[in-house]
């Protein structure tokens, strides 16, 4: 017996290890184990359980993917702890409650997708400090509050879309002058309302510029009037000195 490998104990340790209430065949849907150095995970078309906890010890995931599925509970703020997860899809999985703000930690986070769920409360403001984040999907939820303005901080953000939700409030010029952005949808959330651009402010008119002032031109008619008498006055006196001599 030494050596030997027994099949379902593999079986058994994943079943331990995901903490979750599902059947041996069940726990097939996930590839029959999970190690804990696995990079992709994806799961579709099963029902009955909540996304265990323990998910935040596959330190190694890059991509969770959970797509069709009729799960209960939340969304684990476990799943902060994934420091090389890259994509995160629960899409139409039933999922409930607030979106978890611990999934701003995610470092390498490219794409993050939660529509057609029912999740609940407001957009986490701390997604303006995602470093790598290209892509967020929150559609088809019941969010409420505002779009925080410090989305408009992840200078990265490519696609954001907010369609059918229950958003209300300004939305945030921020977001729109996001360096990388593509995509902006926001149908069917009938409190937002577009941001008031300001009016731009008019450039305060010159004073117009005096005229320069003309120099006088002097006055030479007094000037040859002197000059006529000195003439005269020299003509005479040279006359008188004429006839003397």
């Known amino acids: ?8 104990l593999s079986v058994l340790l994943v079943g331990l290890l995901l903490q979750a209430n599902l059947s041996l065949a069940s ?17 579709a078309g099963v029902s009955g359980f909540s996304i265990p906890t323990e998910i935040g010890l596959l330190a190694d995931l890059q991509s969770l993917l959970l797509n069709g599925n009729t799960l209960s509970g939340t969304i684990p703020t476990e799943l902060g702890n994934l420091n090389n997860l890259e994509q995160l899809f629960i899409v139409g999985c ?4 607030n979106i978890p703000s611990e999934i701003s930690q995610l470092p390498s986070l490219l794409s993050l997708t939660l529509s057609n769920n029912n999740l609940d409360g407001g957009i986490p403001t701390e997604f303006g400090s995602l470093p ?41 010029i921020e977001v729109f002058n996001l360096p990388a952005l593509r995509t902006f949808t926001f149908e069917n959330n009938s409190g937002l309302t577009l941001p008031v651009t300001p009016e731009p402010t008019p450039a305060p008119t010159p004073e117009p510029t005096p005229e320069p002032t ?32």
């Not at 726990?27 to 799961?43: E, K, R």
């Not at 925080?148 to 696609?159: F, H, N």
């Open 1 to 8: 017996m030494a050596g030997r490998v027994f099949p379902w």
């Open 27 to 43: 726990i097939s849907a996930f590839g029959s184990t999970i190690p804990l150095n696995q990079t992709v995970v994806f799961v």
């Open 94 to 97: 039933g999922v409930t409650g």
């Open 132 to 172: 790598s984040i290209g892509s967020i999907d929150l559609s088809s939820n019941t969010l409420t509050g505002n779009i925080p303005s410090e989305l408009g901080l992840a200078d990265t953000l490519e696609e954001v879309v907010l369609d059918n939700n229950q958003l209300s409030g300004e939305i945030p």
């Open 214 to 245: 003309p120099e006088p031109t002097p006055d030479t008619s007094d000037a040859g009037s002197i000059w006529s008498t000195y003439l005269v006055a020299f003509a005479a006196a040279f006359a008188c000195l004429v006839i003397q001599v």
